[in-house]
């Protein structure tokens, strides 16, 4: 039987991969899409319905392995999340990598708050002096920022910040009566506090339905009425019947064609049994995530490419980003005491920021360069988080626990890291996983600037809560571990001198016209905003000049 060669492999269903298959797909083009987990099934993988007290270990695991999960699993997602594929942490790092590799990454449980970045993060390089420009302007990608909105549904409000570019947005959430308190004490102390950009759908939208607020997105949404590309673009793409998606299949490598040095095809192992397999392509988008993406180019070595692929610079694998999350501070209204709860049930939901208000006139009004957010948080939630912060025992504790609900309001930061010579991924000489795969290694510490910023957000949360008439209680002692935030960026960052960058302004590698990266690898660094919007943005743009380059027989 001849050998198939498909128009376009996708690595990854996540974000970026499910935007370029879908993208891809509506083109006409044949894809093949390699995906290292299996499929979910709503019905049966979300236990988002069920009272933690009819679960064995009342949602929080069983004991014995509780010092295995990541902080983002509990006993409602337990074995949604990787554990068999194994990385290293370099000496002197630290990094958590909660990876899901089912069919949808980790858009099946993102937190869905999804704001532009505009040129305040695109020039800052030139606005601050630390590191390079991103080669796009904010003009150059407002329109995918607004298809991509439009595809997945934001609801939010426009703001008209000099940093967080407006969108077209969905109805706001509610704010709750902490909104309102705290609100106020913002604005006594020149601090945004707004609806935050959510891609959680607030009327329905596109043949999706509204979200009902059952309030457990974090277990995923088993009517799909936040975005995920299970719900939202898989299903487009298969009805064109132009996709063909592989699950299971643990990429390995990218192959290239030894007399032209051009990717042609990948090479995968499958999940059940180990079997070797190869698939072809005229095109290749790794869309794997940040460090997986950076992790199957480096393993691409051959006689052409013996740095890894795509990596005649040097930068695959250099540049990680992240977000510095931490709990910023914690306290209680009392004006909300007695107050009867009702099932707002947004708890779950991010339903307000304060959005980045420092350095915005002059880029060195504080001791840090560039700027952070806040998200409060707090409400209805039906288990009171607060609980380990009050004293007692027993019925006393119980009773005290009942008193202040639903008083309590908390913050997390969300502070991005600038791009630093020591934090890279590359591969570990002595590790492989159990599919016999050379491991990542990640190298990643806290810089100067991000504890700067760390420490200014602790002193704004005890301030905002002082000024909201509350009390403030306290505040974490030091930052969460990288990796925490989910919202990894870099690795293969674009721009327009082959010699310093991976990728051009479209995604394509330098070195290799017809490999694409698809995900947020491509990002010079992080923002103060999220990332998957942008990934949805900067991948509907790649896969439109691959679409384009494979019409012209061009790459
Ligand atoms: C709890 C949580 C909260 C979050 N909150 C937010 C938020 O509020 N806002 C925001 O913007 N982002 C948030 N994120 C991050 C967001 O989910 C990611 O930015 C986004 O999913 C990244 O998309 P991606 O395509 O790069 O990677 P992923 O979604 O991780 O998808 C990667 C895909 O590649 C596949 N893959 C990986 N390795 C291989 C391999 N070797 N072979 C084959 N396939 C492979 C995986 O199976 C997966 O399908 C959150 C994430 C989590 C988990
Ligand atoms: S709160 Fe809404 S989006 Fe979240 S799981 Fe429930 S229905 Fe889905």
Same mark, same amino acid.
């Given at each position: 039987?001849?050998?198939?060669?498909?128009?376009? *492999?996708?690595?990854?269903?996540?974000?970026?991969?499910?935007?370029?298959?879908?993208?891809?797909?509506?083109?006409?083009?044949?894809?093949c899409?390699?995906?290292?987990?299996?499929?979910?099934?709503?019905?049966?993988?979300?236990?988002?319905?069920?009272?933690?007290?009819?679960?064995?270990?009342?949602?929080?695991?069983?004991?014995?392995k509780?010092?295995?999960?990541?902080?983002?699993?509990?006993?409602?997602?337990?074995g949604?999340?990787?554990?068999?594929?194994?990385?290293?942490?370099?000496p002197?790092?630290?990094?958590?990598?909660?990876?899901?590799?089912?069919?949808?990454?980790?858009?099946n449980?993102?937190?869905?708050?999804?704001? /532009?970045?505009?040129?305040?993060?695109?020039k800052a390089?030139?606005?601050?002096?630390?590191?390079?420009?991103w080669?796009?302007?904010?003009?150059? @990608?407002?329109p995918y920022?607004?298809?991509?909105?439009?595809?997945?549904?934001?609801?939010?409000?426009?703001?008209?910040?000099?940093?967080?570019?407006?969108?077209?947005?969905?109805?706001?959430m509610?704010?709750?009566?902490?909104?309102?308190?705290?609100?106020?004490?913002?604005?006594?102390?020149?601090?945004p506090?707004?609806?935050?950009?959510l891609a959680?759908?607030?009327?329905?939208?596109?043949?999706?339905?509204?979200?009902?607020?059952?309030?457990?997105?974090?277990?995923?949404?088993?009517?799909?009425?936040?975005?995920?590309?299970?719900?939202?673009?898989?299903?487009?793409?298969?009805?064109?019947?132009?996709?063909?998606?592989?699950?299971?299949?643990?990429?390995?490598?990218?192959?290239?064609?030894?007399?032209?040095?051009?990717?042609?095809?990948?090479?995968?192992?499958?999940?059940?049994?180990?079997?070797?397999?190869?698939?072809?392509? /005229?095109?290749?988008?790794?869309?794997?995530?940040?460090?997986?993406?950076?992790? *199957?180019?480096?393993?691409?070595?051959?006689?052409?490419?013996?740095?890894?692929?795509?990596?005649?610079?040097?930068?695959?694998?250099?540049?990680?980003?992240?977000?510095?999350?931490?709990?910023?501070?914690?306290?209680?209204?009392?004006?909300?005491?007695?107050?009867?709860?009702?099932?707002?049930?947004?708890?779950?939901?991010?339903?307000?920021?304060?959005?980045r208000?420092?350095?915005?006139?002059?880029?060195?009004?504080?001791?840090?360069?560039?700027?952070?957010?806040?998200?409060?948080?707090?409400g209805?939630?039906?288990?009171?988080?607060?609980?380990?912060?009050?004293?007692?025992?027993?019925?006393?504790?119980?009773?005290? @626990?009942?008193r202040y609900?639903?008083?309590?309001?908390?913050?997390?930061?969300? @502070?991005?890291?600038?791009?630093?010579?020591?934090?890279?991924?590359? *591969?570990?000489?002595?590790?492989?996983?159990?599919?016999?795969?050379?491991?990542?290694?990640?190298?990643?510490?806290?810089?100067?600037?991000?504890?700067l910023?760390?420490?200014?957000?602790?002193?704004v949360?005890?301030?905002?809560?002082?000024?909201?008439?509350?009390?403030?209680?306290g505040?974490?002692?030091?930052?969460?571990?990288?990796?925490?935030?989910?919202h990894?960026?870099?690795?293969?960052?674009?721009?327009?001198?082959?010699?310093?960058?991976?990728?051009?302004?479209?995604?394509?590698?330098?070195?290799?016209?017809?490999?694409?990266?698809?995900?947020?690898?491509?990002?010079?660094?992080?923002?103060?905003?999220?990332?998957?919007?942008?990934?949805?943005?900067?991948?509907?743009?790649?896969?439109?000049?691959?679409?384009?380059n494979?019409?012209?027989?061009?790459?």
């Amino acid at each position: 039987m001849p050998t198939r060669t498909y128009d376009v *492999i996708v690595i990854g269903t996540g974000a970026g991969g499910g935007m370029a298959i879908k993208t891809l797909c509506d083109a006409g083009l044949k894809v093949c899409a390699l995906n290292s987990g299996r499929r979910l099934d709503p019905a049966k993988d979300f236990r988002n319905h069920r009272y933690s007290y009819d679960l064995k270990y009342r949602g929080f695991g069983d004991p014995r392995k509780r010092d295995q999960y990541y902080h983002v699993e509990n006993e409602y997602t337990a074995g949604l999340w990787e554990h068999g594929i194994a990385y290293t942490v370099a000496p002197g790092s630290e990094w958590e990598w909660p990876r899901c590799h089912a069919v949808g990454g980790k858009t099946n449980f993102w937190g869905r708050s999804a704001a /532009r970045m505009g040129d305040i993060d695109f020039k800052a390089g030139s606005r601050d002096g630390s590191g390079p420009d991103w080669p796009v302007s904010y003009r150059e @990608i407002a329109p995918y920022y607004s298809r991509a909105e439009r595809m997945i549904g934001v609801a939010s409000t426009v703001q008209n910040r000099p940093s967080n570019p407006d969108g077209d947005y969905l109805p706001p959430m509610k704010l709750r009566c902490l909104d309102y308190i705290l609100q106020v004490g913002c604005g006594k102390l020149g601090i945004p506090y707004l609806p935050d950009r959510l891609a959680q759908l607030t009327a329905p939208h596109e043949g999706h339905p509204a979200c009902h607020y059952c309030g457990n997105c974090g277990e995923g949404c088993d009517i799909g009425a936040f975005f995920s590309t299970p719900w939202f673009f898989l299903p487009l793409a298969e009805k064109t019947g132009n996709l063909e998606l592989r699950t299971n299949a643990v990429v390995r490598s990218v192959l290239v064609d030894s007399d032209t040095g051009r990717a042609s095809g990948v090479a995968y192992v499958e999940r059940d049994g180990k079997r070797e397999v190869e698939v072809y392509g /005229r095109a290749v988008v790794v869309a794997a995530s940040t460090v997986e993406s950076a992790r *199957i180019l480096l393993n691409s070595k051959s006689r052409q490419y013996p740095n890894g692929l795509a990596n005649s610079s040097g930068q695959v694998g250099r540049n990680l980003c992240d977000h510095l999350y931490g709990d910023t501070g914690w306290g209680y209204l009392p004006q909300l005491l007695g107050q009867p709860s009702f099932p707002d049930n947004v708890s779950a939901s991010q339903v307000v920021w304060m959005p980045r208000w420092q350095n915005l006139n002059d880029p060195h009004e504080e001791k840090f360069v560039r700027g952070y957010s806040i998200y409060p948080t707090g409400g209805c939630g039906e288990f009171p988080w607060y609980a380990e912060n009050l004293e007692g025992f027993g019925a006393d504790l119980k009773r005290n @626990i009942k008193r202040y609900y639903p008083t309590p309001v908390a913050f997390y930061c969300q @502070i991005p890291s600038l791009a630093s010579a020591a934090n890279y991924v590359d *591969i570990d000489p002595e590790v492989k996983d159990i599919y016999g795969i050379p491991a990542a290694r990640l190298h990643f510490q806290w810089g100067p600037n991000e504890i700067l910023m760390w420490e200014h957000a602790r002193q704004v949360s005890r301030d905002v809560i002082k000024a909201s008439g509350g009390e403030f209680w306290g505040a974490g002692d030091k930052p969460n571990t990288p990796g925490y935030s989910l919202h990894e960026t870099g690795t293969c960052r674009m721009g327009d001198d082959p010699k310093n960058f991976v990728t051009n302004r479209f995604g394509q590698t330098h070195d290799v016209p017809n490999l694409y990266v698809g995900d947020a690898s491509v990002f010079l660094n992080c923002s103060d905003k999220t990332t998957t919007l942008s990934i949805l943005a900067f991948t509907l743009r790649s896969s439109e000049h691959l679409i384009e380059n494979l019409r012209q027989g061009a790459t």
